[in-house]
């Protein structure tokens, strides 16, 4: 092969570029490797501003894949600046032989497929065109510095300089006057070392942002100790984190203990001056607002104590977007700066840039002459490097066209219709909310490995398919869906790029469920990929992650904990466990009363609990019956679900315990449930209630009890009912729905767990009776009006489904939630699964459309 047809073109030579060569070569590929810029290093060649340095520590900021390394640099900050930086990137190119192998100097003007040859044409800025087989963008997050878009830019005359471009001489700033426009990592960075030799500065920002001090000095002990005890498990730890470092995961929310003990704990992080730390002290900070809340507070606090002037610091101090849905920053003496006589802060806010002019800035009602302006105005990021050259796929479509919308992909590594291109690091990856180091590694090593594979299989090509790539988007946005990420315009979001989707670029899921979804799809044989070959075809299409992130983090949480199956317990056991259970969890929202009592059921008495709104009375009122497949629970064992349905819907909940399996088995339950609603039906004027207003609902065998109750009324002459709200619940017990296969086992509620269940309540002969099964009654028009919500991971979604179906067939208004990428349990969880939010309010405005 000559130089100009080469299995691989990687495009960059950054630290992703680099290892990328490195694992090429030795497997044995021929590539080139081209580079715009002078000398290795990508971010750190081109990002010379005074003041840059990483804000993750040395002792994880490094390359884990030469265990040499570590042993032959050492590094003399935690916090390293560009040029120790730049330098070890150097003399790991020296030490690897990397220099040989790249193109620098050289820009990539356009790629092109060719279906025909199988093949990416590649020409450059030096008028050379190269074919590859595989085409790679490693053209790094942050590499194309967005465009000034300030009026009059173009007519300054002073010095104008850009912190992703700086000279690499160097700028004297002695004397002059200085306006530094932004206030995101760059310019925090920066402007205490412009203000150590300017004159004048002047800086304008447009958001202030949080900023911790870095108190940089040696790295940190602790790890630095953990790393000589053990680097292989610390390393094997960070690729398994949240964010590619290893830290502690929090259990503890921010709004569980008062304020001044939450600050301490805070405090307790700040002082360690590490990026990832004071987001980790609680673990509802990135999804709860009022959570996050106790984090920006602390930290407008430290902004006060340091800034002299009340109305600077208040300016300095975020208050419109969430604690880490912009880049939080890392500082020295950022704010200190602001108390110095010849540093001054300008709020574009209330005094926005008019103009720029030959000779300076126009702004407020002020002209202001300087002698240079810093734009630290940030990047085109994401996507700005890889659509800045012009791809073009199959079909003549190009990469800027396909991704107008949104950066579809699969898995931030590929995307349909573009065969064997690969970013690395690109949207879709967890990439810049990570280290990157982790994630650059990971990177190079999967796409490697898939090269490898394909040599090995025979195979030319590799694209996903639409439905994977469709799959992926959906599964970014549950992930992001559940963050305060969207609140916030910022890069993140593609929100500083005017016309550019809004998005959450990076993947959100984390750096280890990330790498466990990769490496599953190549144990998989590529799911989601087409791989084709001479007179060779493989697919094996399918979506990689359908269930909620936040369901699957309880689901793999509850695997590890190794318990029991609730099926092997007794049902005096099973009930104990299940208690326990229900007494960890948040106790749900605040209701107006709540009041505890006793009606007679069909065998005795029967506690119940009522939930009363704080809005006036009377109200509407829903009798609801629990889960626990009518063996364990009570009134007050759906106590969250209970007050989030009162407080949501604005209704009187009355839930009434039932007699339990297996003391006392069928019909006992369905019984109660009837009598309990005949009780409310002829006392809800004293509860409270509106007379007539009356309504079912229940969760599971729960649901069971309600829909009975339902059919016995309106077959019985009893009450007449507004709705009924059945949230997955069980309608049919007389033979297997494909769903108690499809998901036997691995979502909380089990199909052995069902079976023990239907074997304490009802003998097989009894399962068929309508008032055990509703789904098999013969007549099921005249019913209320219905909502039915059952779950994508549920043993009884397809029963529900059936009866959602039937109800409908039979003219019953029905409304239908599939609750996608919830288990049985998952909907209950208030106040711990935010993907709950959703179907909850449903429910609610459903309850509440009953009366309308
Ligand atoms: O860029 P930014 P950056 N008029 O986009 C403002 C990484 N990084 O280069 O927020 C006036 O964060 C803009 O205002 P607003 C890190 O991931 C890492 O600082 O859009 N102002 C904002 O204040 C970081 O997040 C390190 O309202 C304008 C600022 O300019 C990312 O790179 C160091 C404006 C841009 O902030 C980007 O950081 C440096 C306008 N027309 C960077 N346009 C370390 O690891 C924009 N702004 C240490």
Redesign the pocket.
């Known amino acids: 092969m000559s130089k100009s047809d080469v299995d691989v073109v990687v495009v960059g030579a950054g630290f992703s570029g680099m290892y990328l060569q490195k694992r090429l070569r030795d497997a044995g590929f021929s590539y080139r490797v081209l580079e715009a810029g002078g000398d290795v290093g990508g971010t750190w060649y081109w990002?010379r501003y005074p003041g840059?340095?990483?804000?993750?520590s040395t002792t994880d900021y490094q390359y884990t894949w030469d265990p040499e390394l570590h042993e032959q640099w050492s590094w003399s900050e935690k916090?390293a600046a560009q040029p120790e930086i730049l330098r070890y990137a150097q003399f790991v190119a020296n030490k690897h032989d990397l220099y040989s192998g790249i193109d620098f100097d050289v820009r990539v003007n356009d790629a092109h497929w060719n279906d025909d040859t199988k093949r990416w044409s590649i020409h450059t800025s030096t008028g050379e065109t190269i074919v590859c087989r595989h085409y790679v963008m490693a053209t790094g997050c942050?590499s194309v510095p967005?465009e000034?878009?300030?009026p009059g830019a173009d007519r300054f005359r002073g010095g104008v300089y850009v912190?992703?471009r700086w000279p690499h001489e160097g700028v004297d700033f002695t004397g002059m006057k200085v306006a530094v426009?932004?206030?995101?990592?760059?310019?925090?960075?920066s402007i205490p070392h412009i203000a150590d030799q300017a004159n004048e500065v002047v800086v304008?920002?447009?958001?202030p942002?949080y900023s911790i001090p870095a108190f940089n000095g040696p790295p940190p002990q602790y790890r630095v100790d953990r790393l000589k005890a053990d680097r292989a498990a610390y390393h094997a730890e960070a690729r398994q984190s949240t964010s590619g470092v290893p830290v502690n995961l929090p259990t503890m929310s921010a709004l569980s203990v008062p304020r001044e003990t939450a600050h301490e704990m805070l405090e307790k992080a700040w002082q360690k001056g590490e990026l990832l730390e004071l987001g980790t002290v609680f673990n509802d900070v990135g999804i709860n607002r009022a959570a996050n809340d106790v984090v920006a507070e602390f930290l407008r606090e430290k902004v006060r104590a340091v800034v002299k002037d009340p109305a600077t610091a208040e300016l300095l101090s975020p208050r419109k977007h969430p604690y880490g849905t912009?880049?939080p920053?890392?500082d020295t003496n950022y704010f200190e700066t602001f108390n110095l006589a010849h540093v001054r802060l300008v709020d574009?806010n209330s005094s926005p840039?008019r103009t720029i002019t030959e000779t300076g800035i126009d702004f407020g009602d002020e002209s202001h002459d300087f002698d240079a302006i810093v734009y630290?105005?940030?990047?085109d990021?994401m996507t700005g490097a890889i659509v800045g050259v012009d791809i073009t796929g199959k079909d003549g479509v190009t990469l800027k066209k396909k991704w107008e919308h949104g950066p579809q992909n699969y898995l931030g590594l590929t995307t349909v219709g573009f065969p064997n291109l690969f970013m690395i690091t690109g949207p879709g990856s967890p990439s810049?909310l990570s280290n990157m180091m982790v994630s650059i590694e990971q990177h190079v090593d999967w796409i490697t490995d898939t090269l490898v594979d394909m040599r090995d299989g025979g195979f030319d090509t590799i694209e996903p398919t639409p439905l994977a790539e469709e799959a992926w988007r959906r599964h970014c946005t549950d992930c992001a869906d559940i963050t305060l990420f969207q609140e916030t315009?910022?890069?993140y979001m593609g929100?500083?790029v005017p016309g550019k989707p809004r998005v959450l670029f990076p993947y959100i899921g984390g750096v280890g469920r990330y790498r466990r979804i990769c490496d599953e799809v190549r144990a998989r044989d590529y799911l989601g990929f087409v791989l084709e070959g001479a007179g060779k075809r493989q697919v094996n299409d399918g979506p990689v992650r359908e269930i909620q992130p936040d369901v699957e983090m309880v689901v793999d949480m509850m695997a590890s904990l190794g318990l029991p199956p609730i099926e092997s317990m007794s049902p005096t056991d099973a009930r104990a466990f299940s208690e326990a259970s229900s007494a960890m969890r948040p106790r749900g929202p605040e209701v107006g009363e709540i009041v505890d009592g006793v009606l007679p059921g069909a065998g005795g008495d029967l506690n119940y609990r009522l939930y009363r709104p704080a809005s006036p009375g009377p109200h509407p009122v829903v009798v609801y019956f629990h889960g626990g497949g009518w063996v364990f629970g009570s009134h007050v064992s759906d106590d969250p679900l209970c007050r989030a349905l009162c407080s949501l819907a604005d209704v009187v909940i009355v839930s009434v315990d039932y007699r339990h399996a297996p003391e006392s088995r069928f019909p006992a339950a369905a019984d109660d449930g009837y009598a309990a609603l005949t009780w409310v039906a002829d006392n809800i004027a004293a509860l409270g209630g509106a007379p007539g207003q009356l309504a079912v609902a229940g969760w599971s065998a729960g649901g069971n009890v309600a829909a009975v109750a339902a059919q016995t009324a309106r077959d019985s002459g009893g009450p007449t009912l507004r709705g009924q709200l059945l949230l997955t619940p069980v309608t049919d017990g007389s033979r297997q729905h494909r769903s108690h296969d499809e998901n036997a086992s691995g979502y909380v509620l089990t199909k052995s767990l069902m079976e023990w269940f239907w074997n304490h309540y009802a003998d097989p002969a009894d399962r068929t009776n309508p008032k055990a099964s509703p789904l098999l009654a013969a007549d099921l028009s005249g019913l209320p009006p219905t909502m039915i919500v059952t779950c994508q991971f549920d043993p009884l979604r397809d029963e529900g489904d059936a009866y959602a179906e039937a109800l409908a067939a039979a003219g019953v208004p029905v409304r239908h939630l599939r609750a996608r990428g919830h288990v049985h349990t998952s909907i209950t969880m208030v106040d711990m699964l935010p993907s709950g939010v959703g179907p909850r309010r449903q429910m609610a405005e459903a309850l509440a459309g009953f009366f309308a």
């Open positions: 990002n840059a340095r990483c804000d993750i916090h942050l967005k000034p878009d300030i912190t992703g426009i932004g206030t995101g990592s760059s310019g925090i960075q304008f920002q447009r958001t942002n912009k880049r920053c890392m574009l840039i630290a105005t940030g990047f990021a810049v315009d910022s890069w929100a500083n």
